[in-house]
Structures are given as structure tokens and as C-alpha cells.
């Protein structure tokens, strides 16, 4: 069964940090793309972050470019998501997706359509 597993949310007082993980079971996610999306309370699914396959490229949404970092060990089929300086508006369900890599080239990139496999999501708190 191919699956994806975040953890690591948690309450956090503003200007803390968590880091979130996301675990694949059933395939190697060396072959993906992966991206960090968010979903607030009445808000839409929104784009956070995403990394290529061999760590080497990454993106982030202006709203979190300078306090998040996403980074992989392919070795340990696991993806990380480093948030720093979080703000009250930061506060989400944190869901990691899988994009195959084959299908990356000009896919857009903070579009969840575009995304194979998801993780159920983890939630984040942030909160004086």
C-alpha cells in the first residue's frame, strides 16, 4: 500500500518551531517531487514548499520564504519540513504530496491536482 505519513505538528507559541515530517511506505520517494501544502480553517489548500527529488532544487511561497526550510534523506525515505520564526496565521493542517519526477517538467508546482499521493495531514498551532 502506498502511502504517505506527516508528523511533528504540534501547538507552538509564536516565533517557535516544529519540524514536520513526512514518511513514505510502499515506494522510495527518490523518484518524486515533493511538495508541503496548507490548509486553514474556510480557506483553500495553498503551496508552502516543494523539492526536488534529489534535494537539490527547492521553492517556497513568499509567505514563508526566510522561516521554512524543506530538506530529504532519500536513505530514510523521509522528507522534512524546518519552520522557524511561525506566526498565529501560520496555523494549518500540514500535508506533504508526491509528485513523480517524470511528470515534474512544467508541472505546476503549487497545483494539487498535479500531485500523485498525499499524506493525511498533521496539524500545526500556533498560538500565545
Known amino acids: 500500500q502506498l502511502q504517505l505519513v506527516e508528523s511533528g505538528g504540534g501547538l507552538v507559541q509564536p516565533g517557535g518551531s516544529l519540524r514536520l515530517s513526512c514518511a513514505a511506505s510502499?515506494?522510495?520517494?527518490?523518484?518524486?517531487?515533493i511538495g508541503w501544502f496548507r490548509q486553514a480553517p474556510g480557506k483553500e489548500r495553498e503551496g508552502v514548499s516543494c523539492i526536488s527529488s534529489s534535494g537539490g532544487s527547492t521553492n517556497y511561497a513568499y509567505s514563508v520564504k526566510g522561516r521554512f526550510t524543506s530538506s530529504r534523506d532519500n536513505a530514510k525515505n523521509t522528507v522534512y519540513l524546518q519552520m522557524n520564526s511561525l506566526k498565529v496565521e501560520d496555523t494549518a493542517v500540514y500535508y506533504c504530496a508526491a509528485l513523480l519526477d517524470s511528470l515534474a517538467k512544467g508541472a505546476r508546482i503549487y497545483d494539487v491536482y498535479e500531485y500523485n499521493y498525499w499524506g493525511q495531514g498533521t496539524q500545526v498551532t500556533v498560538s500565545p
Open positions: 510502499g515506494f522510495t520517494l527518490d523518484s518524486y517531487v
